[in-house]
Structures are given as structure tokens and as C-alpha cells.
């Protein structure tokens, strides 16, 4: 019988690449998450398969796309969407659990509006909602049992509310409390209790477990303490090399969403600011990380756990004049930090193509158990290893539904270009080898028109072997040729 591992999966939420050291950002302090990364493996290609914490978890716990989980939007902006997840679509806790593992989850969920991680058999309590919950009971009352001062917030930083009616989104502000009051120690501290729990069970009698940290950050707005707030000083932080975009030749909906974000009205002292604690509060979540690593070695655990560390998706902090996420599928919001150590398995960085959709399996191969399915997601194992695998793909493709309004995207990225379709607009076209930060669209350029091409058959093979219904508007409304799939009505086809 294969050896099943423990698995520590932690998580944040909206996580740029840039702000790991590991992943060259040599301004910044995250010496344990470096850690994880300096003993086991980095991709440098991994992927959100959607840039929207709902969806994108949902994908993560099942293995399945968006478009076949069917949860597609954040339930507070659903739109009419489903809310939760279908009860025919399997969840990765229930094969773990069958096996004999002990499963837990702290932190934050968002995968439904009612159901959280107890729904389905795991160890600890829904923390509801998008933002860290500082006036959730739980969380209320360990601070009073600690003697904690209660959340406080000042100096708030506001953006500007494009319609004129005064202040708009709350950015960041100062949290008058100590570190040890925070809701991110919170959160570690609980993780550390169901930590000491299955430890002493894996110890008694061998019962291995899967047990999640998820941090409610670095996403906005960044309340911090002072110690935090002000640890990098804004000279020391570069503005993003995008905040030079026009948005000439890109669809309107990127202008529109930046003065819905005020970004142009921040100017770039304030952005340096805010950039820099975005840094602090990154900061900040990798001491708590490195907590978690020193109980592991405290309870003699990391022989045989595996600990992985990834995020949702990205956020824009200025780039492309936008910030949080939304309707543009630029690099900033989906490639994402991922790190796997596995005791046994070499220090390595891997150049693959990889997504949240690969979790699931990759986990349940860890506990010897088969993927799920159905699985559109595949084990990186071998990767993990190693190994060079030769029919891994060399593209990778993501799905966008809307955040705030819908709006549909689908994404093909390869070694060097990006193309994104965007059924109501202009399409865009990025060498990302010539202009890495996507501030060209070079998709009406007649010098990339065969690249165009080849990317558009492409993406469209892609979602018809996925049965994304996406495919058909592209039938119409792209240059895929002979690629074309029957008549979706199966009524056109059969007319001669």
C-alpha cells in the first residue's frame, strides 16, 4: 500500500507571485514561506483557473473547472447564480475522510453563503463572508478570554468614488492592536490546536491527516499593526511598470473598472504606501506560517507531511491603473505563488504549466488514493519527483464570469503568448517575451496575425474537449476554420 502522507495546505488570498522572495522580490522578508519553497518545489507557472476567490476555491476542492462545478461568481455578487456547491460534485474531504484521515480547515472558506467546512465532515467552524469576520463570535471571545483589545482601526485609507459622492472603497488602515491580537494569529493559533490533535493521533496509531490553514489576507482593505504598517519604507517600493497602461486598443470595461477603483486619483505616493503595507501584511502572514512549521518540527511531524502553500488568485495593487481583480486577465491577478515540500522529493523549480484545478488529485495521490471524478485536473506527482513527463500540456487555459457584473473571458496562455477572447469587445493578443507586462495588444497587428490564428484554433480545441459552452461563440465570432465543431442546436448541420 502506497505511504500516505500528512498534508499542511495553507492558503492566503489575493497573493501577487512578486511579493515572495523566493520568487525574486529581494526587498521583501518571507524567510518561511522561502523556506518551503528552498526545500521543496516552486512553480513558477502556476495558475488561478479564474481570478475570483469562490470559483477559484470551489475549483481547488474539486478538481473540476469553473464552468463544470458550476460555482462562478462570489455568493455576495452572485447575480442569480447557484451559491453553493451541487451536491452531486465531489468535495476532496470525502475520499480523505473514507480513508481514515482526519480532516480539518480554519480560516477563511468562501466556497458557499451557508455551507462551510463542517457541511462536509471537516473539523472547525464557517467563517462566512469575503474579508476577515473581526466581529465573528468565535473570534470576539478569544479576545476577550485573552485580555486582547478589541478591533480598532485608524489613519483609514479611502479610495475615491468615481461618481462624486464622496469617499469610495476602504484600502487600509492601522489596526490598534497588537500582532497577537490580530485575526491572522487568531486563525494560527486555532490551526496550531487541530495540529496537536492530529498529531497525537498520527502518533497513537499511524491516522494521517489533511489539515488547512487559510489566511483572510493580503487582501484589501490591509488592516495591520503599526509594526506591520510600517515596515518597508515607500521609497524602497518600485511601481508596478504597468501603471503606465492607456488602455488604447484593450476593451473600455479595463477603464471603466479603474475609475471604478479610483486608481488614477491615489497618486504614486500614496500607491507606494499602500503597496508597502500590502508588503507588511505579507509579511506578517509568513511569521504566522513559520509557526506552523516550528509545531510541526515541535510534534516530530515533518518527516511525513507534506506542506503546500498557494493563494487563490493575484491582485493588481496598481498595475494596469486597477486594483483587486476583475475583468482583465493579466498575470498579476492570475499566476499565483505556489510551493510544494515533500519529505524525500528534491529541491527544484518547475517550469510546467499548472493550475488550482491539480490540487485535488495531487493531494489524493499523496494519500494513495485515486482523483475524483470527474477530474479535470491531473497529480503533480510526477513533477514533484522529478520527473520529466512529455505529454504534460504546454499551454494553459483559464475561464473569467464576473465580479461586481458579468462578464465572460476565456484565456489561452503559452511559453510566450497570451491571447484572451472577450465575446462583447476587442480581443487582446500579448507577447509576453517582447512586453511582459501586457501593455501592447498586439491582437489586430498583421505581424502576429498567424500567431493569432493558431492561438484562437487553439483555445477553441480546448473548450470543445472541456464541453465549455464557451466554444460556440467563438464558432461565430472567431477565425477557427476547419476546427469548427458541429452546430451546437445539432438543427444546422443536418440542413443542406
Not at 483559464?398 to 496562455?413: D, K, L, N, V
Not at 476547419?482 to 443536418?494: C, H, Q, S
Request: with cysteine; hydrophobic share 35%.
Amino acid at each position: 500500500m502506497p505511504e500516505r502522507r500528512n498534508v499542511l495546505f495553507l492558503m492566503t488570498d489575493q497573493h501577487r507571485v512578486d511579493t515572495l522572495r523566493c520568487y525574486g522580490n529581494d526587498a521583501i522578508q518571507t524567510p518561511n514561506l522561502d523556506r518551503i519553497g528552498a526545500e521543496g518545489t516552486r512553480f513558477d507557472r502556476f495558475y488561478t483557473p479564474t481570478a475570483i476567490c469562490t470559483p477559484a476555491r470551489a475549483s481547488l476542492m474539486t478538481g473540476q473547472h469553473p464552468f463544470r462545478h458550476g460555482m462562478l461568481f462570489n455568493p455576495e455578487r452572485s447575480g442569480g447564480a447557484q451559491s453553493e456547491i451541487p451536491d452531486h460534485v465531489g468535495m476532496l474531504p470525502a475520499p480523505l475522510r473514507a480513508a481514515g484521515y482526519n480532516v480539518g480547515h480554519v480560516g477563511k472558506w468562501h466556497i458557499g453563503r451557508e455551507r462551510g467546512p463542517e457541511y462536509y465532515g471537516m473539523d472547525g467552524e464557517h467563517l462566512p463572508g469575503a474579508l476577515n469576520p473581526f466581529d465573528h463570535p468565535s473570534y470576539q471571545r478569544w479576545l476577550a478570554d485573552s485580555a486582547h483589545p478589541p478591533f480598532a482601526v485608524t489613519d483609514a485609507e479611502f479610495g475615491v468614488a468615481p461618481n462624486g459622492s464622496g469617499r469610495g472603497h476602504l484600502l487600509a488602515g492601522r489596526l490598534r492592536q497588537p500582532v497577537e491580537a490580530t485575526m491572522e494569529w487568531f486563525l494560527t493559533e486555532r490551526a496550531t490546536d487541530l495540529l496537536k490533535r492530529y498529531g497525537a493521533d498520527h502518533h497513537r496509531d499511524g491516522r494521517p491527516f489533511w489539515l488547512t490553514c487559510s489566511w483572510f489576507g493580503p487582501h484589501l482593505p490591509y488592516l495591520i499593526p503599526d509594526k506591520y504598517y510600517d515596515l518597508y519604507h515607500p521609497a524602497d517600493v518600485p511601481l508596478p511598470p504597468s501603471m503606465a497602461e492607456t488602455f488604447d486598443g484593450k476593451p473600455e470595461v479595463q477603464r471603466r473598472y479603474s475609475e471604478y477603483w479610483s486608481a488614477d486619483a491615489l497618486g504614486s505616493e500614496r500607491w507606494r504606501k499602500l503597496i508597502a503595507v500590502y508588503w507588511g501584511y505579507v509579511t506578517m502572514i509568513d511569521h504566522c506560517v513559520g509557526m506552523l512549521l516550528d509545531t510541526l518540527e515541535e510534534l516530530d511531524l515533518t518527516h511525513n507531511t507534506a506542506v503546500v502553500f498557494t493563494a487563490d488568485h493575484g491582485e493588481f495593487t496598481g498595475a494596469h491603473r486597477l486594483h483587486d481583480k476583475g475583468p482583465a486577465m493579466y498575470e498579476d491577478i492570475y499566476r499565483i505563488p505556489a510551493l510544494f515540500r515533500v519529505p524525500g522529493m528534491p529541491a527544484q523549480s518547475r517550469n510546467e504549466f499548472a493550475s488550482l484545478v491539480d490540487i485535488a488529485p495531487t493531494i489524493l495521490d499523496l494519500a494513495g488514493l485515486p482523483p475524483m471524478q470527474p477530474a479535470d485536473g491531473r497529480s503533480l506527482l510526477p513533477l514533484l519527483r522529478g520527473e520529466q513527463v512529455t505529454d504534460w500540456p504546454k499551454q494553459f487555459v483559464a475561464e473569467f464570469h464576473g465580479h461586481h457584473f458579468p462578464y465572460s473571458q476565456r484565456m489561452i496562455r503559452d511559453e510566450r503568448y497570451k491571447l484572451v477572447f472577450n465575446p462583447e469587445s476587442s480581443n487582446e493578443l500579448y507577447d509576453l517575451r517582447d512586453d511582459p507586462h501586457e501593455l501592447h495588444n498586439v491582437y489586430q497587428a498583421p505581424t502576429y496575425a498567424r500567431i493569432r490564428e493558431r492561438l484562437e484554433r487553439g483555445l477553441y480545441r480546448e473548450l470543445v474537449d472541456r464541453a465549455d459552452p464557451a466554444y460556440s461563440w467563438m464558432s461565430y465570432m472567431s477565425a477557427v476554420g476547419e476546427d469548427r465543431a458541429p452546430d451546437v442546436d445539432g438543427i444546422a448541420d443536418r440542413v443542406s
